[in-house]
């Protein structure tokens, strides 16, 4: 604020003409709109610019017409010349000292584009179209086509828009400042679609800073630059019908089967380049539709500057990276998902951000929009900043681009990375190196304020959200009026880290812990939870999913297909990273294509068979996802046979219709197992992994029978064939 106080007393400072010429040429003038453009001056309507190239400028009408002759007032290049009293709009003719000759609009004749209320909104922090305020923005003002810039810098004492348009000089269009709020603002009618730019910034002692990319900006220049660029829009949308269903209220009992993607390792050219969004609108989208898939979730495709961070360190919020095509192209991508009736679930990394000098870090020279105290501001594990979740203005940026995503780009759901990072304050931290908050504890009251407000703008705007939220805090997909932080659904990593564990040991110690496949459904239903089996999860010596099996060749593929069918049997909405579905060998790597020959294999192309089945199984089966967050939708059958590590549950839709599933995980066959059942009649199969099809050892179920003595407390049971290593999936056959 004393920052503030000193900019607005320079401003009202008087200067003597030749004072305020100085300071337009040497660019240092803080407040050029009270000198340069149209000014009553001595009872004269007269004009001022700044064209340093010139010899000689001259006022001319809209047709072109010479009014008057410039005097030149200053030899930085500051002209001066008499307006016509009842003339609104001009031009400036220039010509060089080269002799060129041009005609070129004067930025300081028009007013702000900013209304009263756009004004308060930005300053109170509450802006939901915050993306159409701030930025660049291509608009006609008074009739001219031009980009109107748009940037907060509230302790900046000087702040430029520079680039193709005006040779990089930030002399030529110094902004605007609205000083209530911090915002600087100009309309350049030179500036027009495709233009690169960036803003200068001097601090507040007049130094200037490294030059800074737009927070806002929209898209984003190709290394090795690092320039924002302007972008409109051309692109018509054909998904009204899929936006109109859109809903605050999730349908929680819809099948969720999510297929996790890193857009620039799923597939790639045979020269080794990146397909961009419009080739993965096909190929992609066909994919994850034969597959059964409901749901795409992208990786960060916010503009990140280090593929290696996958995006997870971003730089602009607001915009889809330019990696893979522009912003028509992310929403062509887009569209194309929802004519397939696929849903769009997109990372997004609320949690921190690079220090690359040309993004956020001290973007005015003070900390801005991160802590000034690195024990509230940094993260040492990844080297980044943390957000300022205490300012209005830094939550409605965040808020704002992740409504920018929804409302945009058409995307339907936004998955939330490190959420514990933003919740504990200690977060990775020893004891001296944090700050406890208010009342002592290691919350960030900041944080979990934030949250709830992302979620409730989103759930407003008809968007779900996942949390990936990796220890105990209550509540995490509970509603705001109920006390909770308000996410759709939460990621379980509790129930990813015991089965993984489980599924690593050789059968024969399996018993000794067994309790890690059932621990689960002792929480289960506290929260709407997802089953993840995450890129995180193939990654940094983890080895693939496929890599953890034990066993020989044969019985890793029997225990990953009979954990597959495991996972989808159990309460919980489904999500599986690109290459657990084809059993990748070796882990993710993201400097290069997924190893698509594996499936001609045969063990690899069973493995894609059982998903694809699992998904359209699960897809078309009520008891396998609609009751996921009830305890209503699930029973155990029995769960304490530890000795020959076999687990058997019941799983009812609203209904009350059921499948039941079996899982073995030994390597030996157990014929004439008995489980008891809840009704009698005549069973049969839905899904074996042991089946051929998936190049299994081929121990099915035809038809079963019930038998009339009681198992399992129940009063009919059924004598199974389990194969080895192998999940079945059965139901009550019609007309019992």
Same mark, same amino acid.
């Given at each position: 604020?004393?920052?503030?106080r000193?900019s607005k007393?320079?401003m009202?400072r008087k200067m003597t003409?030749?004072?305020?010429?100085?300071a337009i040429?040497?660019?240092?003038h803080?407040n050029?709109?009270?000198?340069?453009?149209?000014?009553?001056?001595a009872?004269?309507?007269?004009v001022?610019?700044?064209?340093p190239a010139?010899d000689?400028?001259?006022?001319?009408?809209?047709?072109g017409?010479i009014?008057?002759a410039m005097a030149k007032?200053?030899?930085g290049?500051?002209?001066d010349?008499?307006?016509?009293?009842?003339?609104r709009?001009?031009?400036?003719?220039?010509?060089?000292r080269?002799g060129a000759?041009?005609?070129?609009e004067?930025?300081?004749r028009?007013p702000?584009?900013?209304g009263?209320?756009?004004l308060?909104l930005?300053?109170?922090?509450?802006?939901q179209h915050?993306?159409?305020?701030?930025?660049s923005?291509?608009?006609r003002?008074?009739?001219?086509?031009?980009t109107r810039?748009?940037?907060?810098?509230p302790?900046a004492?000087?702040?430029?828009?520079?680039?193709?348009?005006?040779h990089?000089?930030?002399?030529?269009?110094?902004?605007r400042l609205?000083?209530g709020?911090?915002?600087?603002?100009?309309f350049?009618?030179?500036a027009?679609?495709?233009?690169n730019y960036?803003?200068?910034?001097q601090?507040?002692?007049?130094?200037l800073?490294?030059?800074k990319?737009d927070? $806002?900006a /929209? #898209?984003?220049?190709?290394?090795?630059g690092n320039?924002?660029v !302007?972008? +409109?829009?051309r692109? *018509?949308?054909?998904?009204?019908v899929?936006?109109a269903?859109?809903?605050?209220t999730?349908?929680?009992?819809?099948?969720?089967?999510?297929?996790e993607?890193?857009?620039?390792s799923?597939?790639?050219?045979?020269?080794?380049? $990146?397909l /961009? #969004?419009?080739?993965?609108?096909?190929?992609?989208?066909n994919y !994850?539709? +034969?597959?059964g898939? *409901?749901?795409i979730?992208l990786l960060?495709?916010t503009?990140?500057?280090?593929d290696?961070?996958?995006g997870?360190q971003?730089?602009?919020?607001?915009a889809?990276?330019?990696?893979?095509?522009?912003?028509d192209?992310?929403? $062509?991508?887009?569209?194309?998902?929802?004519?397939a009736s696929?849903?769009?679930i !997109?990372?997004w990394?609320?949690?921190?951000?690079?220090?690359?000098?040309?993004?956020l870090?001290?973007f005015?020279?003070?900390a801005?929009?991160?802590?000034?105290?690195p024990?509230?501001?940094?993260?040492?594990?990844?080297?980044?900043?943390?957000?300022?979740y205490?300012?209005?203005?830094?939550?409605?940026y965040?808020?704002?681009?992740?409504?920018y995503?929804?409302?945009?780009?058409?995307?339907?759901?936004?998955?939330v990375?490190?959420?514990?990072?933003?919740?504990?304050l200690?977060y990775?931290?020893e004891d001296?190196?944090?700050i406890?908050?208010?009342?002592g504890?290691?919350q960030?009251l900041?944080?979990?304020?934030?949250?709830?407000?992302?979620?409730?703008?989103l759930?407003?705007?008809?968007?779900?959200?996942?949390?990936e939220?990796?220890?105990?805090?209550?509540?995490v997909?509970?509603?705001?009026?109920a006390?909770?932080?308000g996410?759709t659904?939460?990621?379980?990593?509790?129930?990813?880290n015991?089965?993984?564990?489980?599924?690593?040991?050789?059968?024969?110690?399996?018993?000794?812990?067994?309790?890690?496949m059932?621990?689960?459904l002792v929480?289960a239903?506290d929260?709407n939870?997802?089953?993840?089996l995450?890129?995180?999860?193939v990654?940094h010596?983890?080895?693939?999913?496929l890599g953890?099996?034990?066993?020989?060749?044969?019985?890793r593929?029997?225990n990953?297909r009979?954990?597959y069918?495991?996972?989808?049997?159990h309460p919980?909405?489904?999500?599986t990273?690109?290459g657990?579905?084809?059993?990748?060998?070796?882990?993710?790597?993201h400097?290069?294509?997924l190893d698509w020959?594996?499936l001609?294999?045969?063990?690899h192309?069973?493995?894609?068979k059982?998903?694809?089945?699992?998904?359209?199984?699960?897809?078309n089966?009520?008891a396998?996802?609609?009751?996921?967050f009830?305890?209503?939708?699930?029973?155990?059958i029995d769960?304490?046979d530890?000795?020959n590590s076999?687990l058997?549950w019941i799983?009812?839709?609203?209904?009350?219709?059921?499948?039941?599933?079996v899982?073995?995980?030994?390597p030996?066959?157990?014929?004439?197992y008995?489980?008891?059942?809840?009704a009698?009649?005549t069973?049969?199969?839905?899904?074996?992994?042991?089946?051929?099809r998936y190049?299994g050892?081929g121990?099915?179920?035809?038809?079963l029978?019930?038998?009339?003595?009681s198992?399992?407390?129940?009063?009919?049971?059924l004598?199974?064939?389990?194969?080895?290593?192998?999940t079945i999936i059965i139901?009550?056959?019609?007309?019992n």
């Amino acid at each position: 604020m004393l920052q503030q106080r000193q900019s607005k007393a320079y401003m009202k400072r008087k200067m003597t003409d030749t004072e305020q010429c100085n300071a337009i040429a040497q660019g240092t003038h803080r407040n050029p709109f009270a000198f340069l453009g149209p000014h009553r001056i001595a009872g004269s309507r007269r004009v001022r610019c700044f064209q340093p190239a010139a010899d000689t400028v001259s006022l001319i009408d809209a047709r072109g017409k010479i009014l008057s002759a410039m005097a030149k007032i200053h030899d930085g290049g500051v002209f001066d010349g008499l307006l016509p009293q009842r003339l609104r709009r001009y031009a400036l003719r220039v010509t060089t000292r080269d002799g060129a000759v041009f005609d070129v609009e004067d930025p300081y004749r028009f007013p702000s584009a900013l209304g009263e209320m756009d004004l308060y909104l930005l300053g109170e922090g509450s802006d939901q179209h915050i993306f159409k305020k701030l930025g660049s923005h291509v608009m006609r003002i008074a009739g001219v086509s031009g980009t109107r810039f748009s940037v907060w810098a509230p302790n900046a004492s000087r702040v430029s828009v520079i680039g193709d348009f005006n040779h990089w000089d930030g002399r030529l269009h110094v902004m605007r400042l609205h000083p209530g709020n911090g915002i600087w603002e100009i309309f350049v009618p030179a500036a027009t679609h495709g233009a690169n730019y960036k803003y200068e910034i001097q601090d507040s002692g007049g130094n200037l800073l490294p030059l800074k990319s737009d927070p $806002y900006a /929209g #898209y984003h220049e190709s290394p090795p630059g690092n320039a924002s660029v !302007v972008f +409109d829009t051309r692109y *018509t949308w054909k998904d009204d019908v899929w936006m109109a269903q859109r809903s605050p209220t999730p349908k929680m009992d819809q099948p969720i089967a999510i297929y996790e993607v890193h857009p620039g390792s799923w597939r790639r050219k045979d020269d080794g380049s $990146y397909l /961009g #969004y419009r080739a993965l609108a096909d190929e992609l989208v066909n994919y !994850v539709s +034969d597959m059964g898939f *409901t749901h795409i979730e992208l990786l960060p495709v916010t503009e990140h500057p280090f593929d290696g961070s996958w995006g997870y360190q971003p730089i602009g919020l607001f915009a889809p990276t330019q990696r893979f095509g522009t912003p028509d192209d992310f929403r $062509y991508f887009v569209d194309r998902c929802h004519a397939a009736s696929i849903s769009i679930i !997109v990372d997004w990394v609320p949690a921190h951000f690079p220090k690359d000098e040309h993004g956020l870090a001290r973007f005015d020279g003070t900390a801005l929009y991160e802590h000034a105290d690195p024990r509230k501001g940094e993260h040492a594990d990844w080297g980044t900043l943390v957000f300022n979740y205490g300012r209005r203005e830094v939550v409605n940026y965040l808020i704002g681009s992740a409504l920018y995503w929804i409302n945009e780009l058409h995307i339907d759901a936004i998955r939330v990375d490190a959420v514990a990072s933003m919740l504990y304050l200690d977060y990775s931290r020893e004891d001296g190196e944090w700050i406890p908050n208010e009342h002592g504890g290691n919350q960030n009251l900041e944080a979990v304020e934030f949250l709830k407000r992302f979620n409730s703008e989103l759930h407003a705007a008809g968007a779900s959200t996942f949390a990936e939220e990796s220890t105990a805090w209550p509540g995490v997909s509970r509603p705001v009026n109920a006390g909770g932080l308000g996410f759709t659904y939460k990621w379980n990593m509790g129930w990813m880290n015991d089965t993984l564990s489980y599924m690593s040991e050789n059968p024969v110690h399996r018993t000794h812990h067994h309790d890690k496949m059932t621990f689960g459904l002792v929480y289960a239903f506290d929260e709407n939870f997802v089953l993840p089996l995450s890129h995180d999860e193939v990654v940094h010596g983890k080895r693939s999913i496929l890599g953890r099996m034990p066993g020989d060749d044969w019985q890793r593929f029997a225990n990953l297909r009979a954990y597959y069918a495991f996972m989808y049997a159990h309460p919980g909405k489904k999500l599986t990273f690109m290459g657990n579905e084809i059993a990748q060998q070796h882990e993710w790597n993201h400097d290069q294509s997924l190893d698509w020959h594996l499936l001609e294999q045969p063990e690899h192309a069973g493995i894609q068979k059982l998903v694809r089945d699992l998904n359209n199984l699960y897809r078309n089966t009520p008891a396998l996802h609609e009751v996921d967050f009830d305890a209503h939708g699930f029973e155990w059958i029995d769960y304490n046979d530890r000795d020959n590590s076999i687990l058997s549950w019941i799983r009812r839709d609203h209904s009350g219709s059921f499948v039941v599933a079996v899982s073995n995980f030994t390597p030996v066959v157990r014929e004439n197992y008995s489980i008891g059942v809840p009704a009698s009649g005549t069973y049969t199969e839905l899904l074996n992994t042991d089946s051929e099809r998936y190049d299994g050892s081929g121990i099915v179920n035809d038809v079963l029978h019930t038998n009339d003595y009681s198992q399992h407390g129940r009063a009919d049971s059924l004598n199974l064939r389990l194969a080895a290593l192998a999940t079945i999936i059965i139901k009550l056959s019609d007309g019992n």
